[in-house]
């Protein structure tokens, strides 16, 4: 029984030298303050394209070739994410709160069951300290039962606010923007199938201010004796092409028109 004595001192010293043993934690607010997106300029990738928006059909066949030459630009676009931050003083480590604690978390479900029936008012709780990560009430005495206490028991206003903290997250999908080339040099190669007719036209248009461009192809049909079996029109600009394939249909309508 002698035994115990110097065991019961030894601990009861060491409780009260670590009691009041306080330090500093950083809490980030659970939820951001503000989110700000911008666009990520190093994973910008640039495509040239050249498209087609419009052309002869049986139906329309006095309608052009519309060729459109533009650059595709996507990028990935990131969201800033602000927090803030605070320094919460903090009991390290306390053996004394071990009893009550034990007691209050035996209790936990008879005080929730009267804040939910009676009061409106958590005791012991302050949400502001748990947006900030700090525990919730049957956490705190869970904690304070090993003998720790956190930002939650011994706040009383002993914190300090750090500067915000940013994140950087990529949201998807990506935005993707088209601009238009201007004033810029499209080749245009015409080949026409199942006609006397022996070759082929080539001709450099330049685009308009939208990055757009007419190509008639009224003047080649008056050429031709009879109507094409198959009309191809080959667009090349720098690093883009596209081709238009008119079948046998659309070039009788073509050449029919032409021809009144």
Request: aromatic content about 12%; charged content about 20%.
């Amino acid at each position: 029984m002698w035994l115990h004595r110097p065991i019961f001192i030894f601990l009861t010293l060491i409780a009260f030298i670590n009691y009041g043993c306080m330090n500093w934690v950083v809490h980030r607010r659970a939820t951001p303050t503000k989110e700000t997106p911008v666009a990520s300029g190093p994973n910008t990738t640039k495509v040239r394209e050249l498209t087609v928006s419009a052309q002869p059909t049986v139906s329309n066949p006095h309608v052009p070739v519309m060729l459109l030459y533009s650059e595709r630009w996507t990028e990935v676009e990131e969201v800033v994410v602000t927090y803030q931050q605070r320094e919460y003083r903090n009991n390290t480590f306390n053996p004394l709160i071990i009893p009550p604690s034990l007691l209050f978390l035996a209790l936990t479900p008879i005080i929730l069951a009267l804040y939910y029936t009676i009061g409106h008012e958590k005791p012991y709780y302050n949400e502001e300290v748990s947006e900030y990560g700090c525990p919730d009430i049957p956490l705190v005495f869970l904690y304070g039962a090993i003998g720790y206490g956190p930002c939650g028991v011994s706040t009383g206003g002993n914190y300090r606010d750090l500067p915000v903290a940013e994140e950087i997250r990529q949201t998807d999908p990506t935005v993707e923007l088209r601009y238009p080339l201007a004033y810029w040099s499209v080749q245009v190669k015409v080949a026409a199938q199942g006609v006397k007719w022996q070759k082929d036209t080539f001709l450099t248009v330049i685009t308009d201010a939208e990055g757009q461009r007419r190509i008639p192809l009224d003047s080649m049909f008056k050429e031709f004796s009879d109507a094409p079996l198959e009309v191809t029109v080959i667009l090349t600009a720098d690093e883009a092409h596209t081709t238009v394939h008119l079948d046998s249909q659309v070039s009788e309508a073509i050449y029919t028109h032409v021809k009144k």
